[in-house]
């Protein structure tokens, strides 16, 4: 009996402890739940395999909105192109931490704080959660984080922010004014003349922001000592010039470094030849006619389709093409190591966009008719002035063409695009006078267009850029040979 009762005891005890950890479980539940986990922080996505910065041009949603698979979350202006992203799930966006209009945004930094539906977080955990990314923008953060009124007081956190690019400026010397800014700031007012020393930073702990020089006023700067606000506008009233500050887009920055690199790394070397286009101006006037007949026709005519007009730089993509397939070690690239010759005729054609130069690409020119490459160089040409071309449309190519013959130009020589090994510069088609014998005046008058080859000579010899241009120009000059 005795153990009896003990042994009711003992369960009565483990029941009693079963009932007491479900009474706490919901407690304890709810308090691992910490709210910085719920969120997460968002990182600027790479919009192709070689992308390893880009800017924000604008973000579709603001601070506080939600969003559903699918929406549109922002804009990315990569160095040939503006495109969106997509969200791939449902949320909330916490706090857009680099905003619209940045630069050079390093791929894989944060640039948004993103939670789900419900979540809560206080600027201090959004802050922390910022932190551990190491966000490429301080200036971001100015909303949050308090204001310290002496600078001197950052020497204490500074351990903690070793990671930030500004960390270094925490060790001044002893006979000057500590000044902490961000790295945009920095750049901004050097830019703009303005003396960092009559800015009242704004930002954490008194650090001075992107906005706070966007926000400065000349006249704020009267306060200071004379010298220092008479040096801000001395050096644009001495040169008596007016002038604007255009801000370098992306797309500027990477034509700017990439061919920079390509004029300085790749021996160029250029031959030029002139090439008679009588036949191909006639040509193209029977084909465009006959296109005209059968779109006033409604359709087709003659074996011809309406609403078909071919320009000349279709006839020189096309005899370019040909000649490739001719002289194949001009369609190729160079890759240090080794050097590789493409299969098909994949080319770039130079298209002047409001922000830069682009080369949307045709490709497998060599297997297409004139029409055929006619649409989709106005296409692409289109997509391209638009910001519309995909990744995939520019990327690449094995020869580019660079026409400036439209603007009246005679001739030029042109930058190789890499790792491409050639690039070819065509002028305008002027008359010229010729010795003809079977004239009566013994000469003629003729159409005669320059086009100069830049050639890489690393991977392509003299001899054999002279031969690609002998196929060139008799292609051109012989046009009825692109119907067989």
Known sequence: MLRLVQQRSVAAQRELLRAGARAAAPARFLHASSTNQAISKFLFPAMSPTMTEGGIAQWKKKEGETFAPGDILLEIETDKATMDVEAQDEGVLFKIVVGDGSKAVPVGSVVAVIGEEGDTADAAQIEALISEGGAPAPEAKEEKKAEAPAPKEEKAPEPKKESKPEAPSSQPSADRTVIFATPVAKRLALEKGIPLAQIKGTGPEGRIIKADIDNYKPAAA???????????????????????????????????????????????????????????????????AAAKAAEAAGGVKDGVKGGVKLSVNDFIVKASALALAEVPEVNSGWHGDFVRQYHTADISVAVATPTGLITPIVTNVGAKGLATVSAETKSLAAKARDGKLKPEEYQGGSFTISNLG?????????????????????????????????????????????ATLSADHRVVDGAVAARWLKAFKSYLESPLSFML
């Open 406 to 450: 439209m603007f009246g130009v005679d001739s030029f020589t042109a930058i190789i695009n890499p790792p491409q090994s050639c690039i070819l510069a065509i002028g305008s088609s002027e008359k010229k006078l010729v010795l003809d014998a079977e004239s009566e005046k013994g000469f003629k008058e003729v159409s005669v267009m320059k």
């Open 222 to 288: 009267a306060a200071a000592p004379a010298s220092a606000s008479a040096s801000a506008p001395a050096p644009s009233a001495a040169a008596g010039a007016s002038y604007t500050d255009v801000p370098v887009s992306n797309m500027r920055r990477v034509i700017a470094s990439r061919l920079t690199e390509s004029k300085n790394t790749n021996p160029h070397y250029y031959v030029t030849v002139e090439v008679n286009m009588d036949r191909v101006n006639k040509l193209r006037e029977v084909f465009n």
